[in-house]
């Protein structure tokens, strides 16, 4: 195994801002090219799940990697945190990157229908229980914590860039090649980030915590990482004020608004406006993040974003609109945008170092694990009583979050570095 450089605490690029660090933006680079490869997977592997089983088949494949990531994301984050999240991380997009160009081949070759589908996505949903919780705690590891909020601005751009290039660059790669040539160019673009993950240099933990990990079990850290979360006064309503954000977010945002687009007779043009708006919202709060690196009264912020971003959704379906629509949604992406960086500076700030990788695969497993059990829940729901009770339902369940920060004192008082 190759030897991780690693830097003593408090020696990462004192006082550099984070946008001007060449080690953060090695770390940047890398992850912007793993999340466009990203999107580009998951758009060729909608394209041929469709093209060769039943839309119900398609639906399968798409959902096949939700169950093993829900059920080993826990593990995932005693992973990132035993073996160190800069080894995961490399390790995780190795493999993704090996699975998808494997794939692409076949693709090239011959027509096998969905079964090597189903197993690429068993492996990436596999792989990413490991990969998420230790992309979470990668940050804190390359630069000082007074720059985390700047880096959670920086991450959130590249994830705005990831959905916008992702697209058109894995229907270009299905246009001029065919689909294993968009799975190819994902595979590749995945590859990137592994060099330059190589050059990074990470903060060691302190001896102490270095020499506990040794002697512990697995099980004794999940345990650990769990009563690190349920004991911290910011943390534990942190987690809970964006487990309720999540949760009543993404049913109106992702099966809520083609749902409503359909209703009101806006097209597929329209809604892509709106989701454009929503885009362009999202972004501007990463870029005002960026640039500032750090609000004042962080909790309080959040909680007041989320619970405006979460008016903002029930008004959604009332709009008359479009043109009303693409406004609102611009101003719920900002919102979101805000109350989601300030969240994830927060958690990154306030968990211990070497717990991080835990701390992070309890929010994700909410995130990604548990939120997207609610939409088809949202559009049976729709189905029985109409997109306006359901979204503001779901507003509230959303609005909830920033309750929860704002009643949590240490959450509300609590401020970035």
Known sequence: ??????????????GRPAHRDANVLRWLAAYTAS???????????????????SPAQAGAVMAVSALPRALLMLGGGVVADRFGPRRVVIGSDAVRCAAVLAVAGLL?????????????????????????????????????????????????????????????????????????????????????????????????????ETADAARTTAWRDLVAGLRHIRRHRVLAPLILAIAFGDLGFVG????????????????????????????????????????????????????YAILAGSAAIGALAYVPDVVAAVGVAVLIGLLAGLSGALCGALLQTQAEAACLGRVTAVSSLVSLGLTPLSMPLFAAAVGAWGTGPVFVASATVCGLGGVVALAARDLRRAELP
């Open 252 to 303: 109106p945002l992702n099966v809520g608004l083609t749902l409503l687009a359909d209703e009101r007779g806006w097209g597929a043009s329209g809604m892509g406006w709106v989701l454009a708006g929503f885009g362009t919202g999202a972004g501007t709060a990463s870029l005002l993040l960026a640039a500032r690196g750090r609000l004042p009264h962080a909790g309080h912020v959040a909680a």
């Open 35 to 53: 999340m466009v490869g990203d999107n580009i997977y998951y758009l060729a592997l909608s394209w041929v799940a469709v093209r060769a089983g």
């Open 1 to 14: 195994m190759t030897a991780v450089p690693v830097t003593p605490a408090g020696a990462l690029a004192a």
């Open 108 to 208: 090239y070759f011959a027509d096998p229908g969905l079964w090597p589908l189903v197993l690429l996505a068993l492996v990436f949903g596999t792989v990413d229980a490991v990969f998420v919780p230790a992309v979470g705690a990668l940050p804190a590891r390359v630069t000082s914590r007074d720059q985390l909020a700047r880096v959670q601005g920086m991450r959130g751009l590249a994830i705005r860039f990831a959905s916008v290039a992702g697209a058109p660059l894995g229907g270009l790669g299905i246009a001029l090649g065919g689909p294993a040539a968009a799975f190819g160019l994902a595979g590749l673009l995945i590859a990137v980030s592994v060099p330059l993950l190589l050059r990074l240099r990470v903060r060691d933990l302190p001896p102490r």
